[in-house]
């Protein structure tokens, strides 16, 4: 039994439309799902992901309109990871996010780092595997300069020693060799993997806000869920119950970093109530939540797809 990578990664944002116009605009991810934060349905839980709206490539947003700017301290992550498929691509992105007027850093090590207009941090990298590349298409980006998912994430922890324990034995993450200064492993299962890692923290407590990371998700089988959750609590840890978002089922839990770790199955998936021509055009909402569409849309503000012919 082996968790398949990343499932997906959730974060916040203060503003709904600059965040679909620098993520399906500028990065050209497709926004894959509109719809509400199950927990807290006055806000919009927006998905984006490549064309298909596979895990593994899905980054989502919690809006919070008009929340301060967040920063990542200890038991937060503080940057996400993304495949490029050619050295090519480098030189792609490090021009077009430029021109967009992103402030770009290209270091000795082949990788393009760049922060999103709320603080978040990106960074690119050319990674050869044989995991299937999840691609969104846009106008702009040729397919093969495409990002192709997600490669991994990394937090900030002061003792990732104390991680160790569940990672390997519970969730079955391999280590692996780290950057210096930083301890990393691997979850990979049959068909996808993900990395994750650890850095020494800033001195400045971490808080939570637009550009900060929520959550990270892990994908599971969906038959493997509840031996998943079996395992993180005989290891110590108290994951929730099962939680049924309709998309898919979640378990979630904090590491021992601090972290919040979710295990997500990979399906049913998002054309459970949509078509896959038209993902993310209208807001949807689960079957548990539609009675509160009157109340719910009136509250929520109007957000152009950079996408979708207005």
Known sequence: MKLEGVHHITAITGDAQKNVDFYVGVLGLRLVKKTVNQD???????????????????????????????????????????????????????????????????????????????????????????????????????????????????????????????????????????????????????????????????????LQGAGSVHHIAWASQMDDHQAWRERVIEAGGRPTPVIDRFYFRSIYFREPSGVLFEIATLGPGFTVDEPLESLGEKLSLPPDYEHLREQVEPVLRQINNPRVPA
């Open 40 to 206: 807290d349905p006055t806000v919009y839980h927006l998905f984006y992901a490549d064309e298909k709206g596979d895990a593994g490539s899905d980054l989502t947003f919690f809006e919070y309109p008009g929340a301060p700017q967040g920063r990542a301290g200890e038991g937060m992550i503080w940057g996400i990871r993304w495949r490029l498929g050619t050295e090519g691509a480098l030189d792609f992105w490090e021009k077009r996010l430029a021109e967009q007027g992103v402030e770009v850093d290209r270091g000795d090590d082949g990788v393009v780092r760049f922060a999103d207009p709320e603080g978040l941090g990106h960074a690119l990298k050319v990674v050869e595997t044989d995991d299937e590349p999840l691609v969104a298409e846009h106008p702009e980006i040729p397919e093969e300069m495409a990002l192709q998912g997600f490669d991994g994430a990394i937090a900030y922890s002061s003792n990732p020693e104390a991680s160790r324990p569940l990672l390997e034995g519970a969730l079955g993450f391999e280590p692996i060799g780290g950057e210096p200064g930083q301890s990393g492993w691997e979850a990979r299962g049959e068909s996808r993997g993900g990395l994750w890692g650890y850095a020494e923290p800033p001195s400045e407590r971490g």
